[in-house]
């Protein structure tokens, strides 16, 4: 299956992404990963997006397609994949349209997860991600069995320097600006499902292997 998940940071979209990506053998494409995995290595790419990444504003959407648009020419994704945090504008849902259609793997689905300010900003303050394998915690909601380590692979839990509050909230500004018109975008070609990311994780996922089942996805 081809997925688009949307929604504003700190939905669970990339909680999800994980998960189904594990259970349905899909390909995880981040560009939020790919960003800071960028910015960790000091690339060209890198350098232009982090005082755009540290100010919580988008990158240009020349750089961001790119990426996406060589990742999907190199890799193999005939067997489907997960779009998480891509697209979050118009110019962007257009340049992936194009490229899914030369390459025949139109998306299937996009998932909208639905959510409040209060629970972004719970959410993301209390958000850790390990450093090695990516993986993600909260403090509260999804608590680590040792304190600051990894239950996956022991590496090292962080929070992301986006993470504090002033950002999250130039986050919520731009996600409800540049990216919330998405949902109409996909509405209109009937291909958007609507979920409350307020759910814990495994209600959501199993509210999402519901929707796929009667959507005949797989
Ligand atoms: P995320 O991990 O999805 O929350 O993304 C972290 C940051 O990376 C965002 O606040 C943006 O600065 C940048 N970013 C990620 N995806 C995109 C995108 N599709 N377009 C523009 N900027 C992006």
Redesign the pocket.
Same mark, same amino acid.
């Given at each position: 299956m081809r997925l688009v998940l949307l929604g504003p *940071?700190g939905a669970g979209k990339?909680t999800q992404a994980g998960v189904l990506c594990n259970t349905y053998s899909l390909m995880h494409m981040? @560009? %939020? /990963?790919l $960003?800071r995995e960028a910015v960790k290595n000091n690339s060209p790419v890198g350098v232009q997006?982090k005082s755009?990444?540290d100010k %919580?504003? $988008?990158?240009p /959407?020349e750089i961001?397609t790119r990426m996406i648009t060589e990742k999907l020419k190199k890799q193999d994704v005939s067997d489907g994949f997960i779009l998480d945090?891509? *697209? #979050? @504008?118009k110019n962007?849902a257009q340049i992936l349209e194009a490229a899914l259609n030369d390459l025949n793997l139109p998306l299937d689905m996009v998932v909208y997860f639905d959510t409040n300010e209060e629970t972004i900003l719970k959410r993301l303050t209390g958000r850790r991600i390990c450093r090695d394998c990516g993986k993600i915690f909260h403090i509260t909601n999804i608590p680590p069995k040792k304190d600051g380590i990894c239950d996956a692979c022991e590496g090292e839990l962080y929070q992301r320097d /986006?993470d504090k509050e002033e950002t999250i909230k130039n #986050?919520i500004k731009v996600y409800n600006k540049q990216t919330s018109d998405l949902i109409d975008y996909y509405g209109q070609k009937k291909i958007l499902n609507k979920v409350s990311g307020d759910l814990d994780v495994d209600e959501l996922f199993e509210v999402l292997k519901n929707t796929f089942e009667k959507s005949g996805l797989k």
């Open positions: *940071p990339g981040s @560009t %939020g /990963d $960003l997006a755009y990444m %919580g504003e $988008l990158v /959407d961001v945090g891509f *697209p #979050r @504008t962007q /986006d #986050r």
